[in-house]
């Protein structure tokens, strides 16, 4: 009887602690954390969306542009095809979009270090994002070609969403 006493003793114990702990993890739940979702806008129109990650567990880049036709994709980017360089107040975020016998372009958007206090919470920030076209040919550069670079000032929300 004794043990039985003990053992019913000990599980109320146990049960106080989880309920505990289950409180704990709701508050840790909602409390500060980074965002893992950036959509920008700029003046002329190109809108960009960056994950940190998605529902297929890795970071995604999209870049359009919104024309009077609609949207118009310029670069698509998943998993290992986006860069990602990380400083101590911000991270560089790139894709490289590859034309054959065209150019290669560049985009990088500048994302400062935010910290959102619940799950709700949204950022709003202003940023630059980036593009650098540098012509390539087969027959190797021609006269003329030069790199051009294009800085662009964005308007952005950073926020938190579940995938």
């Not at 704990?24 to 950036?38: C, Q, S, V």
């Not at 360089?85 to 270090?113: I, N």
Request: net charge negative.
């Amino acid at each position: 009887m004794k043990s039985t006493l003990t053992l019913l003793a000990t599980l109320s114990v146990l049960g106080a602690c989880g309920a505990e702990l289950k409180e704990d993890a709701a508050a840790i739940k909602d409390t500060e954390r980074e965002p893992n979702l950036y959509e920008c806008t700029t003046e002329d129109r190109l809108v960009l969306r960056y994950t940190t990650t998605s529902i297929a567990g890795e970071p995604q880049f999209e870049l359009s542009s919104t024309t009077e036709h609609g949207p118009q994709s310029l670069a698509s980017k998943a998993g290992a095809g986006i860069a990602v360089a990380r400083q101590d107040d911000k991270q560089l975020v790139s894709v490289e979009q590859y034309v054959p016998d065209l150019s290669t372009t560049t985009w990088t958007v500048e994302l400062p270090k935010i910290t959102l206090t619940s799950s709700s919470d949204k950022a709003s920030f202003d940023t630059t994002v980036t593009e650098v076209i540098v012509p390539t040919s087969i027959a190797g550069p021609q006269p003329g070609d030069e790199t051009v670079t294009n800085v662009r000032q964005a308007k952005c929300v950073a926020a938190f969403a579940a995938f």
